[in-house]
């Protein structure tokens, strides 16, 4: 069964509205996850490190301001676009590590109109 | 930081032939390096992969081989099958920050 869940799998907005995704840990404890995206036959880039109960460390290049993320326990991050706007749909997809092995959720496709 | 190649970025291969997918890195520090399958709208999934210590690793029809030296890993799929359609990814990682690299891709197709 996932390891990983994601939610939700996908969603559409408006332009300039915020959009929460959730990423949670089953049955263990992920004290960092990682946010990547993903966009149309392209390969997954690494946004940002969530961690919890700290800060999240952003990639260069992309604006923390608009990705909020929020690792507020050791099985949940959320990652929050702010004032979404249709360059910003994409596939976001977060991941954990258990053991040696990352776990990546089903992913979220967003839709911004 | 680290950068991993991909090639090919599209295979056809007949049902029943293997395929054989290439990855490069630059980074020295990368220990382990995973292959994942990727299906349309879908996470990626973890096929096999392989740490540092080893130079080969085989589960049934999958092999995975890399050289350290040439900074250079390798998917086998043999006996190829009409499931084995997917989009491949290979990456690299360091198992002290745990952040994956990812490489371009390969769309796989297995010609019924």
């Known amino acids: 069964g996932a390891v990983v869940s994601q939610h939700p799998s996908r969603v559409i907005c408006k332009s300039g509205t915020s959009v929460k995704i959730e990423c949670r840990s089953l049955?263990?404890?992920?004290?960092?996850m990682f946010w990547y995206r993903q966009f149309p036959k392209q390969s997954l880039m690494l946004m940002a490190t969530?961690?919890?109960?700290?800060?999240?460390?952003?990639e260069q290049g992309v604006e923390k301001d608009k990705f909020l993320i929020n690792h507020a326990s050791l099985t949940l991050s959320t990652l929050t676009v702010t004032s979404a706007h249709p360059e910003d749909s994409s596939f976001y997809i977060c991941s954990a590590w258990r053991n040696t092995e990352a776990f990546f959720g089903q992913g979220t496709r967003l839709t911004v109109v | 930081g680290e950068n991993v190649e991909q090639h090919p970025s599209t295979l056809s291969v007949q049902e029943g032939d293997s395929a054989v997918i290439k990855c490069t890195y630059s980074d020295s520090a990368s220990n382990y390096f995973p292959w994942y399958k990727q299906e349309l709208g879908k996470g990626p999934q973890l096929i096999i992969d392989i740490r540092s210590n080893v130079g080969e690793k085989k589960d049934q029809r999958i092999a995975v081989t890399l050289n350290k030296t040439a900074k250079h890993f390798s998917l086998h799929i043999t006996e190829t099958q009409p499931e084995d359609s997917a989009v491949y990814f290979c990456?690299?990682?360091?198992?002290?920050?745990?952040?994956?690299?990812f490489g371009t891709g390969t769309r796989l197709t297995i010609i019924p």
């Open positions: 049955d263990f404890q992920a004290t960092t």
């Open positions: 969530s961690n919890e109960g700290s800060k999240a460390t952003y």
């Open positions: 990456a690299a990682a360091n198992f002290g920050n745990e952040k994956l690299t």
